[in-house]
């Protein structure tokens, strides 16, 4: 499973690489955003990277992939000569810890939630072609931990099976900078992971868990798409609820997958507004849901049954015992 999703990931970037270079050869365009005081997005062929620069150092998320690194590396030296000190991966998908290796090689300290390192490791031992032991994180935490770097304190809290099993987002306090991962596609619908321990809900979840700790005044850094705000993340909030209940009526109403990745009428609003057009298609996400939904109803139907089976037992035992006390 994590062979074919990294080789995926690999011909995915190949794909990208191929179509984006200009004739002359150039290399991939990269943008450096600002996006509030020290604070920077970087965009490439990749998740977005999230970067903050100060007298500590640069405090950076993800990396995108190794294949880029090199031009990212550019980039930051337009800012800051200082090295790249702490790198969080937000999980483990390749094109946010492709360039892992690169960095730990030239003295970055790796951080990552648990799960993050063991889908790495397990890459690593499953993958014919040679994964270096330096992609893996250095220090593991469980639940979140605390940066005071920069003249800020960086929150990093664990959010669980949302996009993977081992989603990490990124809080800039001082700066009021949130990084989500690949837990928020602004303006676009989302990968959800269900494979490696991904769900729609928890994916609601760790948003509304975001809700509690930004305002509205809150810069929202998304794993893809441009940079978004608190109204934003609550759209995305809005889309996943909405949707995932119109398909989870259809599902009810015993509609096939095929047929519900062809009703168009319930993600219309969206699609008018570009959701469609990004990595995830319209069909790719109803089948998502899809599945999503069969799961939850597969779980609470089971649960119907053995309730009804116990019931059925428990009207048997009364049956009985009236039986014994009539004789």
Do not use: C, W
Request: charged letters at 25%.
């Amino acid at each position: 499973m994590f062979s074919k999703l990294f080789t995926a990931a690999v011909l995915l970037f190949s794909f990208s690489m191929a179509f984006s270079q200009s004739d002359t050869g150039q290399k991939i365009n990269t943008k450096l955003i600002k996006v509030n005081n020290k604070i920077y997005m970087l965009q490439g062929k990749g998740g977005n990277i999230g970067l903050s620069f100060g007298n500590d150092g640069i405090f950076m998320i993800d990396d995108q992939f190794a294949e880029h690194i090199e031009q990212i590396q550019e980039e930051i030296k337009t800012v800051s000569e200082k090295p790249v000190q702490f790198l969080v991966n937000t999980h483990f998908h390749a094109d946010h810890t492709g360039a892992n290796a690169v960095l730990a090689e030239a003295g970055t300290v790796i951080f990552s939630h648990d799960n993050v390192r063991v889908r790495l490791q397990e890459m690593i031992e499953n993958e014919k072609k040679k994964i270096p032991q330096e992609i893996l994180p250095m220090v593991t935490f469980s639940e979140d931990m605390t940066f005071y770097y920069n003249g800020e304190k960086i929150y990093v809290f664990h959010v669980h099976n949302a996009h993977t099993d081992g989603d990490a987002l990124v809080y800039f306090t001082k700066s009021n900078v949130l990084h989500t991962g690949d837990v928020f596609f602004n303006g676009k619908y989302p990968y959800i992971d269900t494979a490696n321990g991904g769900s729609i809900m928890g994916v609601i979840n760790a948003l509304e868990k975001a809700k509690l700790l930004i305002n509205e005044e809150t810069k929202i850094i998304p794993g893809h798409g441009e940079i978004g705000s608190y109204s934003d993340l609550q759209k995305t909030i809005d889309m996943l609820t909405n949707t995932y209940k119109k398909v989870t009526v259809q599902y009810i109403n015993k509609k096939t997958e095929e047929e519900i990745s062809q009703m168009k009428d319930i993600t219309q609003l969206y699609d008018n507004e570009g959701y469609g057009n990004g990595f995830i298609t319209t069909e790719a996400y109803l089948k998502m849901l899809y599945n999503e939904v069969a799961k939850e109803r597969s779980y609470i139907e089971d649960n119907d049954e053995k309730n009804r089976k116990a019931l059925e037992k428990i009207e048997q035992m009364k049956r009985e015992r009236n039986e014994k006390q009539k004789n």
